[in-house]
C-alpha cells in the first residue's frame, strides 16, 4: 500500500517513500515504526471501535496537479479542478523551450513558459498553465470549466490564446455538423436559429428545383427527344446540360437558381466554424455570471453548473440525423 503523504497520527508527520512504516492491525493506521513502538499502541487507538475510527478511504492519499496545485485522488489522471494531464511536465521544456527564455517560476499561470519565439504563445505538452484562479474578464477559468466541464483542456487553451493574443482557431465541428454543435454545447439559441435557417434554406432549393430547374432541364430533354419516362445516363445529362448553355442567358439562370441555397450554406458553415469558439466563450461568462449571481451557496452552484453547463449528447444526435436529411432532400426534387 501507498502512505505517501499520509501523516502518522502519533508524530503528525507525512510519509515518505524511504519511511519504514507499520500499521495497526485493528484499524490499518500507518505509523513510523519508530513512533509505534515508542507509543506503545495505535496513535487512533481512542477511535477504534467508534464511528471516528481511521479509514483508509477518508484518508486518501492525494495527488497535486502540477499546474495548479490543486489536490485530487491517487488514481485520478486529470486534474479536476483545471483539466490537465497529472504529470509533471518536462523540465527541459519548462525552462528553456525552443527560441524561449527561462521563466520566473513566480510569474502568472504557474511555472514553465507559456510564451515562445517573438512573444507568440508556444505550442506543446505542459506550454500554458493556466490556474482555475487566474481571471478571464469578471469570472475565472476554474468557473468556465465548471461551464465546459466536457474536453476542459482543449477550451480552457482555445479561451486564453483569444483572449490574451487574440488568435482565433477554426472550429471544424461547428463547421461540419452545423446546429447539431451548437446544441450539443447547450446553446439553445444559437442553435436553434442556424437550424431554423438550413430549413428555410432546404425549402427555397426544393421549390426552386422544382418550379425554375426541373421545367428547364425538361425542355432541354424534349428537345433532344428523349422521353421524360427514358432513363437518365451521364452522357444523357450531359448533354441537357450543353442544350441548356445554348437556350439563353435566362434559362442558364432558372437553372443554376438552386445552386444559391447550397453556397449559401457553405457560406454560413465556414461563418459558423470561423466564430464558434469566440461565441461559446461568450456563451459560458454568460452562464458562469448567472450562476455566480443566482446564488452565493457552492452547492446549489454546483447544481446549476450542471444543469447549465456540459453537453446535450441526444439533442445532436437527434439535430446531425436532421441536418443530414436536410442536405440531401432537396436532391431527391431536383
Known amino acids: 500500500m ?44 481512542e477511535t477504534h471501535g467508534t464511528d471516528q475510527q481511521w479509514d483508509r478511504c477518508h484518508h486518501a492519499v492525494k495527488k497535486n496537479c502540477p499546474f495548479c496545485q490543486g489536490q485530487n485522488d491517487e488514481d485520478a489522471s486529470f486534474c479536476s479542478h483545471c483539466g490537465r494531464p497529472l504529470t509533471e511536465p518536462n523540465t527541459q521544456q519548462q525552462q528553456t523551450p525552443p527560441g524561449g527564455a527561462p521563466r520566473d517560476p513566480g510569474a502568472p499561470y504557474g511555472p514553465g ?8 504563445p508556444f505550442p506543446g505538452q505542459g506550454a500554458f ?3 482555475p484562479n487566474d481571471p478571464i474578464e469578471d469570472v475565472t477559468y476554474g468557473d468556465m470549466a465548471k461551464v465546459v466541464r466536457s474536453n476542459v483542456p482543449f477550451y480552457m487553451l482555445v479561451f486564453y490564446r483569444m483572449k490574451n493574443f487574440n488568435r482565433k482557431r477554426f472550429n471544424f465541428a461547428a463547421f461540419l455538423f452545423g446546429p447539431a454543435w451548437f446544441l450539443y454545447r447547450k446553446q439553445y439559441k444559437g442553435g436553434f436559429l442556424y437550424l431554423g435557417i438550413n430549413m428555410a434554406l432546404s425549402a427555397i432549393s426544393i421549390l426552386l428545383s422544382k418550379f425554375c430547374a426541373a421545367p428547364v432541364m425538361e425542355a432541354a430533354y424534349q428537345s433532344l427527344g428523349i422521353p421524360s419516362s427514358a432513363i437518365i445516363t451521364n452522357d444523357t445529362m450531359n448533354q441537357a ?3 441548356i448553355m445554348n437556350m439563353g442567358i435566362g434559362s442558364i439562370i432558372l437553372f443554376l437558381l438552386p445552386w444559391i441555397t447550397t453556397v449559401a450554406s457553405f457560406v454560413l458553415a465556414i461563418i459558423a466554424g470561423v466564430k464558434a469558439n469566440k461565441w461559446y466563450m461568450n456563451h459560458c461568462l454568460r452562464i458562469a455570471r448567472e450562476v455566480r449571481n443566482t446564488t452565493p451557496s457552492s452547492v446549489e452552484q454546483d447544481a446549476l453548473y450542471e444543469k447549465k453547463g456540459g453537453v446535450n449528447i441526444a439533442l445532436a444526435m437527434i439535430l446531425i440525423a436532421i ?8 436532391t431527391l426534387f431536383s
Open 2 to 45: 501507498n502512505y505517501t503523504g499520509l501523516e502518522c497520527p502519533v508524530c503528525g508527520k507525512a510519509f515518505t517513500e524511504q519511511d519504514d512504516i507499520v500499521v495497526c492491525p485493528e484499524c490499518g493506521a500507518p505509523h513510523h515504526r519508530e513512533c509505534y513502538t515508542a507509543h506503545g499502541r495505535c496513535g487512533c487507538a
Open 113 to 120: 513558459v507559456p510564451f515562445g519565439p517573438a512573444g507568440q
Open 129 to 131: 498553465h493556466i490556474s
Open 241 to 243: 446540360v450543353q442544350t
Open 323 to 330: 441536418n443530414v436529411a436536410l442536405t440531401y432532400v432537396p
